[in-house]
T-cell receptor
C-alpha cells in the first residue's frame, strides 16, 4: 500500500513564525503536491513537484514556498505565518502509472495537518 | 476557467441508494475521480473512470459519465452509516504538466 505521512496532525503557531510542514512518501513516486482545504472551497493546489529540486506554482502559492531535496520528501514552508493561513494542509503523491500498471495519475493523500495560526 | 461543481450536502436513509453529482468544465479531461474523506482524515481514492467509458461499476459503487453534458455521478448502493463522509470529484487537467482540479465536496449523511 502507498503510504504518505505528514510530520504533524495538529500544529499551533504564532503570527510571523516560520513554519515547516513535512511530507514523506514511500512508493518512489515522482510527483508530489501540497493542497490546503477550507470549508466550502474544496482543495486548492499550493505547489507541486515532478522531480527532485523541481517545483511549480499551483493556484495559491502566495505566502508559501517548497523544498524537494530528496525524491521521497516534499516540504511546505510558510515564510511568515498569518492568521489567514489557518487551514488543513494535505500532501499527496502520484506516479505516472496507476496501481493496475496503466497511466491513471491518481493521487494518494496523507492524513493532513491542521494548522492554527494565532 | 477550470471548475468542478458539486452540491454541498446529501442526506439518505440507511439501506437506500445515494447519488452524488458533479459537473466539470474541461472536455479534454481523460480521467475523472471520486475521493472519500472521513472526519479528520486525508482523501482516499474510491474509483476513477477513463473518458472513453460511460459507466464503471465496482461492488456497491457505480460511476456514470456523460461527456456531452460534462456530468459525472457516483451511486452508492445499499448505503451504510460508514459511508457518511465528504465525497470529492476531481478532473485531470493536462497541459505542460498535469494536475487535479477538485470540487468543493459533497457531505453525505446516512441516517439510521
Amino acid at each position: 500500500d502507498v503510504k504518505v505521512t505528514q510530520s504533524s496532525r495538529y500544529l499551533v503557531k504564532r503570527t510571523g513564525e516560520k513554519v515547516f510542514l513535512e511530507c514523506v512518501q514511500d512508493m518512489d513516486h515522482e510527483n508530489m503536491f501540497w493542497y490546503r482545504q477550507d470549508p466550502g472551497l474544496g482543495l486548492r493546489l499550493i505547489y507541486f513537484s515532478y522531480d527532485v529540486k523541481m517545483k511549480e506554482k499551483g493556484d495559491i502559492p502566495e505566502g508559501y514556498s517548497v523544498s524537494r531535496e530528496k525524491k521521497e520528501r516534499f516540504s511546505l514552508i510558510l515564510e511568515s505565518a498569518s492568521t489567514n493561513q489557518t487551514s488543513m494542509y494535505l500532501c499527496a503523491s502520484s506516479s505516472l502509472y496507476g496501481t493496475s500498471g496503466g497511466s491513471s495519475y491518481e493521487q494518494y493523500f496523507g492524513p493532513g495537518t491542521r494548522l492554527t495560526v494565532t | 476557467g477550470e471548475d468542478v461543481e458539486q452540491s454541498l450536502f446529501l442526506s439518505v436513509r440507511e439501506g437506500d441508494s445515494s447519488v452524488i453529482n458533479c459537473t466539470y468544465t474541461d472536455s479534454s479531461s481523460t480521467y475523472l475521480y471520486w475521493y472519500k474523506q472521513e472526519p479528520g482524515a486525508g482523501l482516499q481514492l474510491l474509483t476513477y473512470i477513463f473518458s472513453n467509458m460511460d459507466m464503471k461499476q465496482d461492488q456497491r459503487l457505480t460511476v456514470l459519465l456523460n461527456k456531452k453534458d460534462k456530468h459525472l455521478s457516483l451511486r452508492i448502493a445499499d448505503t451504510q452509516t460508514g459511508d457518511s463522509a465528504i465525497y470529492f470529484c476531481a478532473e485531470i487537467i493536462m497541459d505542460s504538466s498535469y494536475k487535479l482540479i477538485f470540487g468543493s465536496g459533497t457531505r453525505l449523511l446516512v441516517r439510521p
